[in-house]
């Protein structure tokens, strides 16, 4: 039997698993709309509070006092329970990477809640995820973490966490706008892994951490990094298209163009392009803005010429490796980054997956042998 006999969808390709009301992606358009929002709309002016908000209350915007009340309710739950800082300060010791340090510290972030609902969980997780990135960070660099304080918002505390420094308006902004771009985005694998595990009827703690090992796959969270790497490279602009024509002529992919399922430009980096214009402004080197920009330019004719009629064009980790840059983001934070925002996501489908009340258990098709002899191993 072949797939398209037995009904079976590799990788679940084209298979419906879920209604939500928190996201909508299509591919074909470019469009990518969250809570009913278009992602050009809602990302460059909502706080991260807000959007967190949205996703977890069936896509309404919280009024001032509901959205007072919810981001003192983050700030208050910032700090880390002793044993996950502990923990962190061992891995930190074999220098592992931050990813497998997050994955390892998301299970112990509700230790000193007591007994508690999942919309608790979901704050302490929301709250002490970027705890976690920073501090790790810090002690990974032989540095004292440095404590969350309450008076900043969660992005600007996240950064300040990162560097001892309250950061800028502009940094914030560029840093809010990069996390309510990654907040959501449909079905994608880090997030039906948490709607699997809290359909079981598991807890909001467990569900998040098997997103996290989920993201942390790089075929799931991608690699900004590259992207930038070869923007560097390059160095000015008029060696751009001979570098580029040189990969192309190699057969080699040009990081931060194409994407699997946007087949036309994917809006999430037309927003992060701009939040990045808008902070190398305000507080960076223009320099390498208008580089990355003649690369992009320069690439996308490239990729027309080579692959006619592919429509590859700059996808969303192009642009987020020149924000987080900007940023003084290391490129081993780019992905923990992206974790800061995308748990605001799945905590939504996690609330989403609980009130359906339904379990998902797919089927398999059966493809082995039947009816075999059992041979004693004395005689195998």
């Avoid at 797939?3 to 969808?9: F, L, R, S």
């Avoid at 700090?79 to 930190?92: D, N, S, W, Y």
């Avoid at 390892?104 to 972030?109: K, R």
């Avoid at 079981?200 to 993201?215: H, N, Y």
Wanted: charged share 25%; aromatic share 8%.
């Amino acid at each position: 039997m072949t797939a398209e006999t037995n009904g079976y969808k590799p990788g679940l390709e084209g298979v419906v698993a879920a209604e939500t009301r928190l996201s909508s992606v299509d591919g074909q358009k470019g469009e990518l709309i969250i809570g009913g929002f278009a992602i050009e709309e809602l990302a460059s002016h909502a706080a991260f509070e807000e959007v967190c908000y949205l996703l977890w209350h069936d896509a309404d915007l919280p009024t001032q006092a509901e959205l007072t009340a919810f981001q003192q309710e983050l700030a208050a739950l910032r700090q880390l329970p002793g044993a996950t800082l502990h923990l962190l300060e061992e891995a930190a010791s074999y220098k592992v990477h931050v990813m497998d340090a997050l994955r390892s510290a998301a299970g112990s972030l509700d230790l000193d809640l007591g007994e508690t609902d999942d919309l608790q969980r979901a704050k302490a997780l929301t709250a002490r995820i970027p705890t976690v990135v920073a501090a790790y960070w810090r002690l990974r660099q032989g540095k004292a973490p440095v404590a969350p304080r309450q008076d900043l918002g969660h992005t600007a505390n996240y950064l300040y966490m990162l560097t001892g420094e309250v950061p800028s308006p502009a940094r914030v902004r560029g840093m809010e706008t990069y996390l309510n771009t990654v907040s959501d985005h449909g079905l994608n694998a880090s997030t039906f892994t948490a709607r699997v595990i809290i359909a079981t009827q598991s807890d909001m703690v467990s569900a998040v951490t098997g997103a996290i090992g989920a993201l942390k796959g790089p075929l799931h969270g991608g690699a900004p990094g590259p992207a930038l790497d070869m923007v560097f490279e390059i160095g000015q602009a008029d060696r751009a298209e001979p570098y580029l024509r040189a990969m192309l002529d190699r057969g080699e992919r040009l990081m931060g163009f194409g994407h699997r399922v946007y087949k036309v430009r994917d809006p999430r980096a037309d927003v992060l392009a701009h939040a990045a214009e808008k902070m190398y402004q305000a507080d960076g080197d223009m320099r390498l803005y208008e580089l990355a920009k003649t690369v992009e330019s320069v690439a996308i004719r490239l990729l027309d010429e080579y692959k006619p009629g592919r429509n590859l064009r700059t996808n969303v980790e192009f642009f987020t490796a020149l924000l987080l840059h900007g940023l003084d983001l290391d490129t081993d934070l780019f992905t923990p980054t992206f974790a800061v925002g995308r748990v605001a996501g799945w905590v939504g489908h996690c609330f989403e997956q609980q009130r359906t009340g339904r379990l998902i258990r797919p089927q398999s098709v059966y493809i082995g042998e039947r009816d075999r002899p059992w041979v004693p191993v004395e005689a195998r």
